[in-house]
């Protein structure tokens, strides 16, 4: 183990910006330890936000600092009146930043997946004991589904070959990922069409590097299709990889009711919260938290024993796949610690504030890195490897042990539980309509005909300081429900809306008549817990479903469904937001977003793609305008489809809104 490591004291001696944090946040345990730190005298990511106000050029996109004859500032008020020194204009200078968004965004995604399959090949090649292949089911289905053969063969043979293809989801110079077999056959086409079908993620992020180099690539249009490609091979490559090898070594998930939010965390146990993105170490943490030995090592100081909870999206896929409580999304991580009842905190990769170590320190609490590509200045590095998966866990509980038997600052919980049902796979949706012996969407499709369904919105993404957390997940998504929209969730998003109590079968009162009556038929919630980011591959599966069951159009621009991350801040999400609109899907954002309204290239990312047949991108920093653009576009496809005469309810558009409130 690393030697401990004092924090960086940049900011030691600053005074926290004094700001009212009811603008800041609706969550209200969030709220709780905002005040708390504020009288701590500590500074947050929303205090910090208050001080630095973004600059509006980098806001825009306006500025390039790809090579050192700048940086290069364009002018965002009238773009086209200036080029960078080497005549760059805005439209290459945006969209190359964008190109850069998306590498950066799809390489984590991928990398995550790589990750995950490298552990996949030590299970088949017998090296990783500890790990297994625990659903079976899953493992051939996914093999069939890229055609390997299954019948009549031993589960560890289709694993290894299971292996060899995945691998070329990363590593292939030249043809189509294996995935692509899944995608329907007539959206496979369109990307024909426009040479974007990704070869390998290694590839299309090397090509996209490249292309954004100076003076390479100076064309949008043609870097926006790499920009596709590249976001393809994250979503319909190394995410989809992320999640069906998860589910193959650790159960695909299947409603449980579970626990969302600070009150879950005991004062009289020892608590270790698990934040990041890769499912390795807490599957491994969640063995050890049982293990007799270290539950006697917490009685033996006087806990009544451990108390596991998660974070962030790694805590999203154990809170669907084995019910361990979430503590919070990504604007509640600084806050959490503040409780003074965080005995350990374990990171690994993705979305970790590095002011997490200073916080940790100011309240006592443990922190780790464990990933040995995110190391952070100042906190404890437990190294976890696959191959010894208990070795990390062990000494974290024991740190964490440690921890609360010394614990001297104040402890506040705030007293908040909120309960819902989640773990919602594209499996068990299949199941749950139609049953064991015919699985299927059709009762799905059905409805959507018949309007008791209006459409299916995926709503994802990030919370970010910039605007009201989980305000805009939490309107959006109720508006959506109340118009009959059914609403699919993963990430930071689904921990809002959990925390508001609408995963909970009973929130379907919140829904218009006919989802209201579809969700008691079937007794689910209105809005279906998905698990993390990278299982927003799990909604590609879903919409690639629901075009295969027919009677929705051919292709998956054809269905009456859309997306947002209204309240997004990494680049990931910027990545899975081109490749869920290169699929065909119209995508909605909200905070900023990184483009000139007037530019040819923000005209492109905004309405030319969908003309070339694929989805669009749009904006709004009003959820409730966000809901009536996304509504607006699935009446826009039921009409197409000509299934909207079914429905008798008429448009509510923004302007019926506006004048109704008067
Ligand atoms: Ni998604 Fe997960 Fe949350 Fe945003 Fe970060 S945790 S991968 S990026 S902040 S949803
Ligand atoms: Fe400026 Fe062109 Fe260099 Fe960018 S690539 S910094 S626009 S000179």
Redesign the pocket.
Same mark, same amino acid.
């Given at each position: 183990m690393a030697e401990e490591k004092k924090p960086v004291a940049i900011v030691e001696e600053k005074k926290a910006k004094k700001v009212d944090y009811r603008d800041m946040t609706t969550c209200e345990t969030t709220l709780q330890m905002l005040r708390k730190m504020e009288a701590d005298g500590q500074d947050n990511c929303f205090t910090r936000a208050a001080e630095m106000k973004p600059c509006p050029i980098g806001a825009d996109s306006a500025c390039c600092k790809h090579c050192f004859m700048g940086p290069c500032r364009l002018n965002a008020k009238d773009p086209y009146s200036k080029v960078g020194v080497c005549g760059a204009t805005i439209d290459t200078i945006a969209a190359r930043n964008f190109a850069r968004n998306v590498a950066a965004g799809c390489a984590? !995604?991928t990398d995550h997946g790589m990750g995950m399959l490298d552990t996949f090949r030590e299970v088949v090649n017998g090296k990783i004991e500890h790990f297994k292949i625990q659903d079976e089911k899953k493992l051939k289905s996914v093999a069939e589904s890229i055609g390997i053969a299954t019948e009549d063969r031993e589960v560890m043979d289709i694993a290894k070959d299971l292996y060899a293809e995945l691998e070329r989801t990363y590593t292939q110079v030249e043809g189509e990922i294996p995935f692509a077999k899944r995608v329907p056959p007539k959206t496979l086409e369109t990307w024909r069409k426009e040479g974007i079908v990704p070869r390998g993620s290694m590839r299309e992020i090397m090509e996209i590097m490249h292309r954004s180099h100076m003076g390479v690539d100076q064309d949008y249009e043609n870097i926006v299709k790499q920009c596709s490609r590249t976001a393809l091979a994250d979503g319909w490559g190394g995410s989809m990889v992320a999640t069906e090898i998860s589910d193959i070594l650790f159960g695909t998930p299947s409603p449980k009711v579970a626990g969302v939010n600070m009150g879950f965390l005991k004062e009289d146990q020892v608590n270790i919260i698990i934040h990041? !993105?890769e499912p390795l170490m807490f599957e491994a943490m969640v063995v050890a938290v049982n293990d007799p030995a270290n539950v006697e090592k917490a009685k033996a100081v006087g806990a009544k024993g451990i108390n596991l909870l998660g /974070? +962030?999206?790694s805590g999203?896929e154990v809170l669907g796949r084995h019910g361990i409580p979430h503590a919070g $999304?990504?604007m509640s991580v600084e806050p959490v610690i503040a409780t003074g009842a965080v005995d350990a905190m374990g990171v690994d990769v993705?979305?970790i504030m590095q002011s997490l170590v200073r916080v940790a320190d100011c309240y006592g609490t443990k922190f780790f890195t464990t990933n040995p590509r995110a190391h952070i200045e100042g906190a404890v590095h437990v190294e976890f490897h696959e191959h010894a998966p208990f070795d990390a866990p062990n000494q974290i509980i024991a740190m964490a042990v440690e921890r609360y038997s010394k614990r001297t600052a104040k402890i506040v919980i705030p007293s908040r539980k909120d309960w819902g049902v989640h773990g919602f796979s594209h499996e068990y949706v299949n199941y749950m309509l139609g049953g064991e012996y015919r699985e299927s969407y059709t009762p799905l499709n059905a409805n959507i005909i018949n309007g008791k369904i209006r459409g299916v919105a995926a709503v #994802?993404? +990030?919370? $970010?300081p910039r605007v009201k957390h989980d305000y805009l997940h939490v309107e959006l998504v109720k508006e959506l429900i109340k118009n009959n929209v059914l609403v699919v969730q993963?990430? +930071?998003?689904q921990i809002s809306l959990a925390k508001a109590g609408l995963m909970r079968p009973d929130a379907a009162v919140l829904a218009g008549e006919g989802l209201q009556e579809v969700c008691e038929t079937v007794g689910i919630p209105p809005v279906l817990s998905l698990g993390? +980011? #990278?299982d927003n591959s799990r909604i590609l599966m879903a919409v690639a479903e629901m075009v295969k069951i027919g009677g929705l159009g051919d292709k998956i621009s054809d269905l009456p469904v859309a997306g947002a991350?209204p309240e997004? /801040?990494?680049e990931?999400?910027i990545c899975?937001g081109q490749y869920v609109v290169a699929s065909g899907i119209y995508t909605v954002f909200g905070v900023t977003f990184p483009t000139v309204e007037g530019t040819k290239f923000h005209d492109l990312l905004f309405n030319g793609l969908e003309e070339k047949g694929f989805g669009k991108w749009g904006f709004s920093n009003d959820p409730i305008e966000m809901a009536y653009m996304m509504i607006d576009h699935i009446d826009k496809k039921r009409a197409a489809l000509g299934i909207s005469e079914k429905r008798e309810r008429k448009l509510f558009s923004m302007d019926d809104r506006r004048t109704a409130e008067g």
């Amino acid at each position: 183990m690393a030697e401990e490591k004092k924090p960086v004291a940049i900011v030691e001696e600053k005074k926290a910006k004094k700001v009212d944090y009811r603008d800041m946040t609706t969550c209200e345990t969030t709220l709780q330890m905002l005040r708390k730190m504020e009288a701590d005298g500590q500074d947050n990511c929303f205090t910090r936000a208050a001080e630095m106000k973004p600059c509006p050029i980098g806001a825009d996109s306006a500025c390039c600092k790809h090579c050192f004859m700048g940086p290069c500032r364009l002018n965002a008020k009238d773009p086209y009146s200036k080029v960078g020194v080497c005549g760059a204009t805005i439209d290459t200078i945006a969209a190359r930043n964008f190109a850069r968004n998306v590498a950066a965004g799809c390489a984590a !995604h991928t990398d995550h997946g790589m990750g995950m399959l490298d552990t996949f090949r030590e299970v088949v090649n017998g090296k990783i004991e500890h790990f297994k292949i625990q659903d079976e089911k899953k493992l051939k289905s996914v093999a069939e589904s890229i055609g390997i053969a299954t019948e009549d063969r031993e589960v560890m043979d289709i694993a290894k070959d299971l292996y060899a293809e995945l691998e070329r989801t990363y590593t292939q110079v030249e043809g189509e990922i294996p995935f692509a077999k899944r995608v329907p056959p007539k959206t496979l086409e369109t990307w024909r069409k426009e040479g974007i079908v990704p070869r390998g993620s290694m590839r299309e992020i090397m090509e996209i590097m490249h292309r954004s180099h100076m003076g390479v690539d100076q064309d949008y249009e043609n870097i926006v299709k790499q920009c596709s490609r590249t976001a393809l091979a994250d979503g319909w490559g190394g995410s989809m990889v992320a999640t069906e090898i998860s589910d193959i070594l650790f159960g695909t998930p299947s409603p449980k009711v579970a626990g969302v939010n600070m009150g879950f965390l005991k004062e009289d146990q020892v608590n270790i919260i698990i934040h990041g !993105h890769e499912p390795l170490m807490f599957e491994a943490m969640v063995v050890a938290v049982n293990d007799p030995a270290n539950v006697e090592k917490a009685k033996a100081v006087g806990a009544k024993g451990i108390n596991l909870l998660g /974070m +962030c999206c790694s805590g999203a896929e154990v809170l669907g796949r084995h019910g361990i409580p979430h503590a919070g $999304n990504f604007m509640s991580v600084e806050p959490v610690i503040a409780t003074g009842a965080v005995d350990a905190m374990g990171v690994d990769v993705q979305c970790i504030m590095q002011s997490l170590v200073r916080v940790a320190d100011c309240y006592g609490t443990k922190f780790f890195t464990t990933n040995p590509r995110a190391h952070i200045e100042g906190a404890v590095h437990v190294e976890f490897h696959e191959h010894a998966p208990f070795d990390a866990p062990n000494q974290i509980i024991a740190m964490a042990v440690e921890r609360y038997s010394k614990r001297t600052a104040k402890i506040v919980i705030p007293s908040r539980k909120d309960w819902g049902v989640h773990g919602f796979s594209h499996e068990y949706v299949n199941y749950m309509l139609g049953g064991e012996y015919r699985e299927s969407y059709t009762p799905l499709n059905a409805n959507i005909i018949n309007g008791k369904i209006r459409g299916v919105a995926a709503v #994802v993404g +990030c919370t $970010n300081p910039r605007v009201k957390h989980d305000y805009l997940h939490v309107e959006l998504v109720k508006e959506l429900i109340k118009n009959n929209v059914l609403v699919v969730q993963t990430g +930071c998003s689904q921990i809002s809306l959990a925390k508001a109590g609408l995963m909970r079968p009973d929130a379907a009162v919140l829904a218009g008549e006919g989802l209201q009556e579809v969700c008691e038929t079937v007794g689910i919630p209105p809005v279906l817990s998905l698990g993390s +980011c #990278v299982d927003n591959s799990r909604i590609l599966m879903a919409v690639a479903e629901m075009v295969k069951i027919g009677g929705l159009g051919d292709k998956i621009s054809d269905l009456p469904v859309a997306g947002a991350a209204p309240e997004y /801040m990494s680049e990931k999400a910027i990545c899975i937001g081109q490749y869920v609109v290169a699929s065909g899907i119209y995508t909605v954002f909200g905070v900023t977003f990184p483009t000139v309204e007037g530019t040819k290239f923000h005209d492109l990312l905004f309405n030319g793609l969908e003309e070339k047949g694929f989805g669009k991108w749009g904006f709004s920093n009003d959820p409730i305008e966000m809901a009536y653009m996304m509504i607006d576009h699935i009446d826009k496809k039921r009409a197409a489809l000509g299934i909207s005469e079914k429905r008798e309810r008429k448009l509510f558009s923004m302007d019926d809104r506006r004048t109704a409130e008067g």
